[in-house]
């Protein structure tokens, strides 16, 4: 199915169906269902060991399920091989640790997917980069290698990364969890910008502001569940579950 | 690099040095520079007495033809040793990636196959190709009865030293590297194998020292290599003492010749990984 024609269906771009997954004993995902639309931006909260970082990498399969289906724009998720790369790099996926690559430029970490995955020639690859680089702010930074960077400019630098496979979805696995903390708002904002720019969106993240300003809706996980989800300010000012009105209680600020 | 400043090993592993220690290492240095000029005198003294001092254990290395024939056995060495630890790095990185593959019997193959080089004495390797290929009427050129064995020895640490070298690379970047598209190959080749490659430049260069003082055992298979050149020199000029302290100075340089110019090598590949 082309991407018009699913846009036109209205096929939901990510949809989980019943996932179920477990550790061993521990039952990290329990019949975790949740479905997001194209420019829509969902963002996970919840206490930590929540599954809401799993449930964000079992989506472009770092993590398998043990059961239940997911979907990308309405077909399944191949279980491997070149079907599963190509779906991966149809979806952004940024990291909490940035794992940009460490023995490379920052220009080449962005335009080692677009060369080797899509096949563009080095010229278009490195112009394009450049325009990525400039727009979250590092392109002075471009020829130097990830560890002379700050955390904020390597997390801009990986978002950088997965906008140059130009994505039809983006993932963020709590990106401003290791962080300095004035490095965050560098961060969040370029993913303000993205949500601007109509980017389909899940964010796991501890940002309750950012959460309440960006988000079309929160959804709020506990023990592998969720528990409940809502728009922002529905969420944020009536939480109808214990267990959130405990989670907000407890992250509220001093 | 503002962002990383290099640590050297001491700093990072001991904390700095009290008043009362650094008197302590003084006198310790001070002691230990006694005992070793003491040892030394001993030597000089006992080759005294024994006559290894004698010109005629020395006048040999005034003649042209000695050094040209040492000269000859160092290259046989050289050649050897390259030769030797080219088939291992290749060999090694093989049978790494053998072993990791994810493909069950290849990977049983491979870890068997590396632990028994691994684990043989590189000495009975040679004999195994001294013998065996003869007695199967093949006849190899004692070059390659000592290149192949050296090289098959090594190869088997080498795997187990690029295996470490993989393990060690963060399991984030291949998740980064899967990710954006790479297939499993392409991360391998393109994100893990180089990262792992530099995090262990200095044990390939231990095994390529290694390498150089395997081939010694050239005596075995009559291979003309420093060594065995010297022990034809030692019975032709009863020599043997001052032969073996010549030599041994030799191996020593050459030894010491590989680690100036890997580090040389690893500085030239780029950046260094820092964390």
Same mark, same amino acid.
């Given at each position: ?14 949809? &989980? ?14 019949? #975790? ?8 931006? #969902? ?6 060991? %929540?599954?809401?970082?799993? /449930? ?34 149809? /979806? ?18 962005? +335009? ?48 950088? $990364? ?6 039809? @979805? ?16 560098? !961060? ?11 980017? +389909? ?41 214990? $267990? ?11 | ?14 904390? @700095?040095?009290?008043?009362? +220690? $650094?008197?302590?290492?003084?006198? *310790?240095?001070?002691? %230990? ?46 050649? !050897?040793? &390259? ?10 990185? !093989? &049978? ?35 013998? =065996? ?8 050129? %004692? ?41 499993? *190959? ?44 010297? $022990? ?12 073996? &302290? #010549? ?13 100036? @110019?890997? =580090? ?12």
């Amino acid at each position: 199915m082309s991407q018009e024609q699913a846009a036109e269906k209205n096929v939901p771009v990510i949809e &989980l169906r019943h996932v179920d997954k477990h550790y061993g004993d521990l039952h990290v995902l329990r019949d #975790v269902s949740l479905s997001v639309a194209r420019g829509e931006v #969902v963002v996970i909260i919840g206490p930590s060991g %929540s599954g809401k970082s799993t /449930l964000c990498r079992t989506i472009n399969r770092l993590e398998t399920i043990d059961s239940g289906e997911i979907l990308i724009e309405g077909e399944p998720l191949p279980q491997e091989g070149r079907e599963l790369a190509r779906m991966r790099s149809e /979806l952004g996926m940024v990291f909490q640790q940035f794992n940009l690559f460490a023995h490379m430029s920052i220009l080449d970490n962005v +335009t080692l997917g677009p060369r080797e995955v899509l096949g563009q020639p080095k010229e278009e690859a490195e112009k394009y980069a450049l325009e990525l680089l400039a727009r979250v702010g590092v392109a002075e930074q471009a020829h130097k290698v990830p560890a002379q960077l700050s955390g904020g400019q390597q997390q801009r630098a990986a978002i950088a $990364r997965s906008l140059a496979m130009r994505p039809k @979805a983006m993932l963020f696995d709590e990106p401003t969890s290791a962080l300095d903390p004035e490095m965050i708002n560098e !961060v969040l904002d370029v993913m303000v910008e993205l949500v601007r720019g109509g980017m +389909t969106m899940i964010v796991v993240t501890h940002e309750m502001g950012f959460a309440r300003r960006v988000a079309d809706r929160v959804v709020f996980m506990a023990d592998g569940q969720i528990v409940e989800e809502g728009a922002p300010d529905d969420f944020f000012d009536h939480p109808r579950s214990q $267990r959130a009105r405990d989670f907000l209680d407890s992250i509220k600020g001093h | 690099m503002s962002a990383a400043r290099t640590l050297s090993m001491r700093d990072a592993l001991y904390e @700095a040095p009290g008043p009362r +220690t $650094r008197r302590r290492v003084r006198i *310790g240095t001070a002691v %230990s520079a006694v005992v070793v000029l003491l040892a030394i005198a001993a030597v000089v003294r006992q080759f005294w007495v024994t006559g290894q001092l004698a010109p005629r254990y020395w006048s040999l290395f005034l003649q042209w033809t000695t050094w040209r024939f040492l000269g000859q056995g160092l290259l046989g060495t050289v050649a !050897v040793a &390259l030769t030797a630890g080219a088939i291992a790095l290749v060999l090694g990185l !093989v &049978l790494m990636l053998g072993r990791t593959s994810g493909v069950r019997p290849l990977a049983a193959l491979c870890r068997v196959v590396t632990d028994f080089f691994r684990g043989v004495p590189s000495l009975l390797l040679i004999y195994f190709f001294f013998f =065996v290929p003869a007695q199967l009427g093949l006849k190899l050129p %004692s070059f390659w009865m000592l290149t192949l064995p050296v090289a098959l020895a090594a190869s088997g640490v080498l795997a187990e030293v690029f295996r470490a070298g993989v393990n060690a690379v963060p399991r984030g970047q291949v998740e980064a590297a899967l990710s954006i598209g790479l297939s499993r *190959g392409k991360t391998m080749r393109k994100i893990v194998l180089p990262q792992a490659v530099r995090y262990v430049i200095p044990s390939l260069i231990a095994q390529l020292v290694v390498v150089v003082k395997d081939t010694t055992v050239a005596y075995v298979v009559s291979y003309p290599d420093l060594m065995q050149n010297a $022990r034809v020199l030692i019975t032709s000029y009863d020599a043997l003492v001052s032969l073996y &302290l #010549v030599i041994a100075v030799i191996y020593i340089l050459i030894n010491y010749a590989i680690n100036k @110019a890997s =580090v040389a090598v690893a500085n030239r590949t780029g950046v260094k990984i820092v964390r």
